[in-house]
């Protein structure tokens, strides 16, 4: 307890009297903020950043419909080939500049070469253009219907407007450090500590919308004078700051803790959306053998998502098995194809037809190297048990411990070498998972594709007439077409979906309950 005390003192150490008086959230977020830049970087914890300091053009409401955000009206041309927007009144970044389509268009631009959906965007654009200092306009080459749907995403990477001064022709690859935004906080760069805290505080300038929130829309109205996420990185000294109250939330109650919090007067144990989080295997196509097709679906084998339900949550009604890469009760997912992953055949028969396929598509026995984030709960219990699995079938497998700001980094590396890797887990979003053709995990683009780089123009042909069919019942049946294609060409592996609960004192009411992230504005904190 001791030890716990004095590590908690740490990171509060930089408070100070003057804030006493003041309406003060703590909160142990999923990891440590390495970067500001949301585009740089797709890691949870910037997006989540970036949500406290930014505000979007639109957002995705609880029955995930796209509703304006900055953008205050908008037409469509008849054609369906012109969208014309406007933005708010009153729009300002926290450094007094009001917002424009300047900021708004550069903004776009530096999105669209990395997200999907700006992606495919760019693909059906003619021209987007200002119209006056607070409008832009876009022109099309052909309906785009779900262009709505694209710029309200929630992620990996929201439309997020950012000054020009900032972003204006600055590259992907290089991130930037000025977190001057326009959304509901501000945040204390001055206060930032990397690995122990970050500081923001509300932003006395802004003006949320009028309506009520919804998840990710409508109105970002702040009830607390400032926010401390604090990186303590052990379970139990989360927990223990938790019940003594040096700390208000925990983003991810540690699984095998929460039956103790459950049991905690004054705590309160909940998921933040009722759809769980879905877990991602990537394969890495560019370092042999995953770079064959029957290695990558040999790897499906080895994945029995009951056992990682179970080593990550303790609890399968916790947790759903799932084939679909689109989510399962998604309006497109689907299983279709999943049979080999899915298969409830008797372990011994699993492993050793996994490793008989294997042997078949060319593996000789060569390490196969998985990075393991230690620091993050749902991927490493979920990698040992596939890890486990792998060797007991006779694979080599090379398990690499890294932490997760260090795996996201090393994800980028291509190819065989020293720091060659052949598979890591990741999660996917509660809704950014569902659309087949935003989701970050879908694309098969190649050196565009998230790292894995799956590449198959067949299954990219699937996905460009999924994104034009505007009737439902045909996209639907596109989307079982491109689930079958997923899983015949091993584009990833999915291993499960997940209810991660969070966990607060109850002197928090009003938590939002918000999709793939956490947000501060719409709780307050009773004294």
């Excluded at 945040?187 to 990710?216: C, F, H, L, T």
């Excluded at 799932?322 to 997912?333: D, I």
Aim: proline share 8%.
């Amino acid at each position: 307890m001791a030890r716990i005390l004095v590590l908690i003192a740490a990171v509060l150490c930089c408070a100070v009297p003057a804030i006493a008086e003041q309406s003060v959230v703590r909160a142990v977020m999923n990891g440590d903020l390495r970067s500001v830049d949301p585009l740089w970087t797709i890691v949870p914890q910037t997006r989540n950043h970036a949500y406290m300091v930014y505000d979007t053009l639109f957002g995705i409401d609880e029955n995930r419909v796209p509703r304006p955000q900055m953008v205050d009206t908008w037409t469509v041309s008849d054609d369906k080939l012109i969208y014309r927007f406007t933005l708010r009144d009153k729009l300002a970044f926290s450094d007094g500049a009001p917002v424009t389509s300047t900021d708004v268009l550069a903004s776009l631009k530096r999105w669209m070469q990395i997200d999907p959906a700006g992606q495919f965007i760019s693909r059906f654009l003619v021209a987007m253009e200002p119209d006056g200092t607070n409008g832009f306009v876009f022109r099309l080459k052909e309906p785009f219907p779900q262009m709505l749907y694209a710029i309200s995403r929630v992620s990996a990477v929201p439309t997020f407007i950012y000054p020009a001064r900032i972003v204006d022709g600055l590259p992907i690859t290089k991130a930037f450090t000025d977190p001057t935004g326009s959304g509901p906080f501000i945040m204390k760069r001055d206060e930032w500590v990397a690995g122990s805290k970050v500081v923001y505080v509300k932003n006395p300038a802004y003006v949320p919308r009028a309506e009520p929130p919804s998840a990710i829309a409508g109105g970002k109205h702040v009830y607390v004078d400032r926010v401390e996420w604090l990186n303590i990185t052990d379970p139990s000294t989360q927990v223990s700051a938790l019940k003594t109250g040096e700390i208000d939330f925990i983003q991810f109650a540690p699984p095998d803790l929460t039956d103790d919090l459950r049991r905690t007067k004054g705590i309160v144990v909940k998921p933040l959306w009722p759809v769980g989080t879905q877990g991602i295997m990537r394969l890495n196509w560019t370092n042999p053998p995953m770079d064959k097709q029957g290695v990558r679906v040999a790897m499906q084998n080895f994945v029995h998502q009951p056992d990682m339900i179970m080593a990550v949550m303790g609890d399968m009604n916790s947790g759903q098995v799932c084939g679909a890469f689109a989510m399962c009760g998604s309006p497109m997912g689907n299983e279709t194809g999943a049979e080999l992953l899915l298969s409830n055949d008797p372990e011994e028969d699993r492993l050793q037809r996994g490793m008989r396929m294997l042997k078949e598509a060319g593996y000789d026995g060569e390490p196969i190297v998985i990075m393991d984030a230690t620091d993050q709960v749902m991927q490493h219990n979920a990698t040992l048990v596939l890890a486990e699995a792998m060797r007991k079938a006779g694979v080599n497998v090379d398990l690499q411990t890294i932490d997760w700001a260090a795996l996201t980094a090393r994800r980028t590396i291509r190819g065989p070498g020293p720091n060659g890797w052949h598979i890591f887990l990741t999660t996917g979003g509660q809704i950014g998972g569902e659309n087949p053709a935003f989701s970050m995990q879908a694309p098969a683009t190649c050196e565009k594709a998230f790292p894995g780089w799956a590449c198959d123009a067949d299954y990219e042909t699937l996905r460009m007439a999924w994104l034009k069919e505007a009737d439902p019942v045909k996209a639907k049946a596109l989307a079982v077409e491109i689930q079958r294609k997923a899983m015949q060409i091993g584009l990833a592996i999915p291993y499960g979906q997940y209810l991660l609960p969070a966990a607060w004192r109850d002197t928090l009411e009003d938590v939002p309950s918000v999709p793939e992230h956490v947000v501060f504005w719409g709780m307050r904190k009773r004294n």
